[in-house]
Nanobody, 117 residues
Framework: VQLQASGGGLVQAGGSLRLSCAASGRTFSSYKLGWFRQAPGKEREFVASISLNGGSTYYADSVKGRFTISRDNNKNTVYLQMNSLKPEDTAVYFC???????????WGQGTQVTVSS
């Protein structure tokens, strides 16, 4: 699976962005998908994940209630809707895919999100 993230940019605090991650391959619907982020000088951290059919989602406490992960298996795309953005959300955001029971193995190239105060 090859992943291509897009949608990052510069936004003021309180604003919104929607990230997209398009995947190649016919087996997109067989992968759990996730979003991660890495801020300068910090380790990469989990943001959100979504199950194969989109029925289950999980969020980091820091984004719960502000971010929404979704997927469209017909378009081989996973999304991250980010609302009420804060300066501390500034990071490079990565999408990732994992087979059931496995760790995240496939990673996109990352897209920069910058939130100004």
């Amino acid at each position: 699976v090859q992943l291509q993230a897009s949608g990052g940019g510069l936004v003021q605090a309180g604003g919104s962005l929607r990230l997209s991650c398009a995947a190649s391959g016919r087996t997109f619907s067989s992968y759990k998908l996730g979003w991660f982020r890495q801020a300068p000088g910090k380790e990469r951290e989990f943001v959100a994940s979504i199950s194969l059919n989109g029925g289950s989602t999980y969020y980091a406490d820091s984004v719960k209630g502000r971010f929404t992960i979704s997927r469209d298996n017909n378009k081989n795309t996973v999304y991250l809707q980010m609302n009420s953005l804060k300066p501390e959300d500034t990071a490079v955001y990565f999408c990732a895919a994992a087979s059931i029971g496995a760790s995240y193995y496939y990673w996109g190239q990352g897209t920069q999100v910058t939130v100004s105060s």
